[in-house]
């Protein structure tokens, strides 16, 4: 029954660390394509066509965009938000610090290596029980 959970063990520890290889590079790719952000604030603007955010970069020019539902929602009925907006690009902000999908990455790969070291353990008990 040991060698039955030794090579079970075995199986998820190599999985656990390959995944967590695989999913932190994948990390690594997305921060990378995802570019340079800076952090501004903006002057948000209530209209009837909707709502939109204006703000300076770093080169001086003024950009707008427009606030989604869901953007909306975070900044309520304020008059200035805290943005980040992309270097290099006109009109491309968003309101979280970071990307969602690099913080998905990194915490799946954060689970694969807590796998990883379960199942480490379960194998040297299982080895230490089979003595």
Do not use: C
Request: hydrophobic residues 55%; negative net charge; aromatic residues 8%.
């Amino acid at each position: 029954m040991a060698d039955v959970v030794g090579l079970i063990a075995e199986v998820f520890t190599w999985i656990g660390v390959l995944g967590a290889l695989g999913l932190a590079f994948l990390a690594l790719v997305a921060r990378i394509a995802d570019g340079s952000w800076a952090p501004t604030r903006a002057v948000v603007e209530h209209t009837d066509d909707g709502s939109l955010v204006r703000w300076f970069d770093d080169q001086g020019t003024v950009n707008e965009a427009p606030l989604s539902a869901h953007d909306l929602t975070i900044v309520g009925g304020r008059d200035m938000a805290d943005i980040e907006y992309r270097v290099g690009w006109h009109n491309r902000m968003r309101l979280s610090k970071g990307s969602a999908l690099v913080r998905a990455l990194v915490r799946l790969s954060f689970l694969m290596v807590g796998v990883a070291a379960l199942a480490f353990a379960a194998g040297w008990i299982a080895l230490i029980l089979e003595g």
